[in-house]
């Protein structure tokens, strides 16, 4: 009879060459077909809101990593215990590695514009892992023998082919998930040329601090993509259809055709917590989401504009909203380059004033013109409302932690995306609330950086703000979390005068 351990590390040992195979397959076969990639994303689809929000609350941009890691995580104990199983009677792990491999086929299947082959990376890997567990299981028993016949070597020789196959598998897997990446379309990317905007943004005002454009590297990601969607501009089409007059499908080719104009937005995500980083400004580039509706023709009552990923993902914006006039684009471009494919490479969705979850659709497929009481977009269900406008928040960036007596700069960001800010204030302690001074912005679709000199005295200090939209509307004390339609409160910060 195999040890309980020896057959444990059996088990997870099968579960990565499992694993490994079904990358390696799904080189073949497409990325999404893999077996974590496809038990992951259908988690995705049915995990609870409250899940989703726990996991970026903790994750941040990571989460989608933490989920890979996570179901490995759990594989691994399963596996575990399948091998302890199968020690005492192998049919049993003949079934787990069984179910397991159903379940990865059925959970490939659920995937948008799945194939029928998507069925092969974890129906093989089940395959391969029945034969690599019978041959340890057999390993550990003659190493066994071996041991009691007095050869010591015995099982260090079954920890060693165990480990090095393991190993194996990993790389061999690592090397699969590589390759898929690699062939994805950055070199398409790298050979698209944008067009010149036929109508610029104005300029930075001269007294913006750095930071006030972010980066495309330092641009947060929020999506639920667990594999980033490779899409070729080649054959990249998107189709209006639905509640329309006439139904229009424009290629990328097209698309860059068409009279774009470029303007600095600042999107954020509905999961920001006060004070927190989920939220950019970038230049976008890109055509009129109200020039390609008016080709379309939405019919009356048609209140709501589907936009559908690729792989699946869906968001609804008021189309009142996205043809008011505000600059919502299908853009093409960020901050002068084409966006990236972490960002929705070829096309996206910018629409200022709304949170990304009802409006920033990446790598976008269609827009279907229907009804809010006709469909419920991705999030809908899961709790969150079902139009997002985003709220008037404000941040302090700087100062944090210890500083020194003296004057001391207050300073960080605020935002009301199409109302505009008007207005500051910071608090020291409970002090009276101080009016900051407000640098430039290129529009009120921007966030808005300000400042605040303050003769900072030594003892622990706590710093509050708020911020006042053009409207007139002051940010609300009340503290909500971000869920169903954004977080409320004022951001503070405590610091260290010395």
Known sequence: MVGRGRAAIAGVVAAAVALGAGELIAIITGAQSGPVVAVGGWIVDHVPEGGKELAIRLFGTYDKIALQIGTVIILAGFAALIGILAARRFALGIAG?????????????????ADPAWVLPSLIGAGLAVVALKRLLLLAETTDAAQAAGQPDGRRRFLRIAGWTGVAAVVVGGAGRMFTQRRGVAEARDQVTLPAPTNSPLPLPDNTLPGYVTSNDDFYRIDTALIVPQVDPKTWKLRIHGMVEQE???????????????????????????????????????????????????????????????????????????????????????????????????????????????????WIAEWEVTTFNAFDAYWVPRGWSAQGPIKTESRIDTPRGSKSAGEVVIAGVAWAQHRGIDKVEVQVDEGPWQVAELLGAVSEDTWRQWRLKWQA?????????????????????????????????????RVSIK
């Not at 853009?331 to 409006?359: C, K, Q, T, W």
């Not at 911020?467 to 979390?481: F, I, K, W």
């Open 457 to 493: 005295t030594p003892g622990e200090h706590r710093l509050t703000v708020r911020a006042t939209d053009r409207d007139g509307v002051t940010q609300t004390q009340d503290e909500a979390p971000p869920a169903p339609d954004g977080a409320t409160g004022w951001h503070s910060v």
């Open 248 to 362: 229009i499908t424009i290629t990328y080719d097209e698309l860059l055709a068409m009279p774009m104009i470029e303007r600095y937005i600042t999107i954020a995500c509905v999961s920001n917590e006060v004070g927190g980083d989920l939220i950019g400004n970038a230049r976008w580039l890109g055509v009129p989401v109200k020039d390609l509706l008016e080709r379309a023709k939405p019919l009356p009552g048609a209140d709501q504009v589907v936009s559908r990923s690729v792989d699946g993902w869906t968001c609804g914006s008021p189309t009142a909203t996205l043809m008011d006039g505000r600059d919502a684009l299908l853009a093409v471009g960020m901050n002068g380059e084409p966006l990236p494919i972490d960002h929705g490479f070829p096309v996206r969705v910018i629409v200022p004033g709304l949170y990304g979850y009802v409006s920033a659709c990446k």
């Open 97 to 113: 590695i069984g179910l397991f491999g159903v379940v990865g086929a059925a959970a490939a299947l659920t995937r948008p514009h």
